[in-house]
């Protein structure tokens, strides 16, 4: 199996680049061949703290993991990274207060949709997990065959069910995370992308347009920047939520 996969990311307008929570893995470039590859993207919540930390904690965690994924393991490595983020944001000495001990003590929160790929040859599987509002939708022959976790523009909500990094608040996780087990072909596409994106695209493909051709520009690594003037564009046409907004790009060949 030969996979070409890039990510591409942009925060919210009028954010820097340092304060986008959202986060892909893996973040270089793939043009290789394998047998099994593994895709992830978070969306972290803005308003829980280290936001961006946890969902490049969660979609680092999984890559590195087998397709059976547990949540009490991947929460179970949280604290010592939390505990190294906030030692690196205190190193030049400035005293903690109070209310940052508070703030860096409360959960932090994110979506997660995980892909994997494994190879059979001229076709294949392909397994995903999502928590929340990031979708994977998956091209073949030019049509869209598949889309997942939301079907339906109307699905998309202010407060979807989000990993938690404390535990208890994961009671209902069963309750709202989603499974599935598909086929691919050589030429498929795959994108996955943050809930901004996914849910104009869902729009699009509802009215009879086909916004898979027009996130086909979007393949190669040195098009970031052709990615970021198309989002804010669509920003400024009221197209799309300001909101941070990530694609990792997959194709099969």
């Not at 076709?123 to 889309?147: E, H, M, P, T």
Request: with cysteine; hydrophobic share 35%; proline share 4%.
């Amino acid at each position: 199996m030969h996979v070409y996969a890039t990510g591409f990311s942009i925060p919210k307008m009028g954010n820097i680049k340092e304060e986008n929570d959202d986060a892909f893995c893996p973040i270089n470039p793939l043009d290789t061949y394998g047998e099994i590859f593994r895709f992830a993207l978070a969306d972290g919540a803005t308003e829980s703290p280290l936001s961006n930390q946890w969902a490049r904690y969660l979609t680092e965690t999984v890559c590195l993991k087998d397709e059976n994924i547990e949540v009490n393991d991947i929460i179970s490595g949280w604290q010592n990274k939390r505990d190294e983020y906030v030692e690196a944001k205190y190193k030049d000495g400035k005293p903690k207060q109070w209310w940052e001990e508070i703030i860096n003590n409360s959960p932090s929160y994110s979506t997660l949709l995980y892909l994997i790929l494994k190879d059979s040859g001229d076709f294949g599987s392909w397994n995903a997990y999502a928590v929340g509002d990031s979708c994977l939708f998956q091209i073949r022959n030019k049509a869209l065959i598949f889309k997942f976790p939301i079907e339906s523009s109307n699905d998309f909500g202010n407060r979807p069910f989000l990993i938690s990094s404390d535990q208890s608040s994961n009671n209902r996780l069963d309750d709202f995370k989603k499974t599935y087990i598909g086929t691919w072909q050589r030429g498929d596409r795959f994108y996955l992308m943050t809930d901004a994106l996914a849910h104009w695209f869902i729009e699009m493909e509802e009215t009879g347009t086909y916004p898979w051709t027009m996130l086909g520009e979007f393949q190669e690594p040195d098009t970031q920047l052709k990615f970021e003037e198309y989002i804010d564009l669509l920003r400024e046409r009221r197209k799309i939520k300001n909101d941070d907004t990530t694609l990792i790009s997959i194709y099969i060949d």
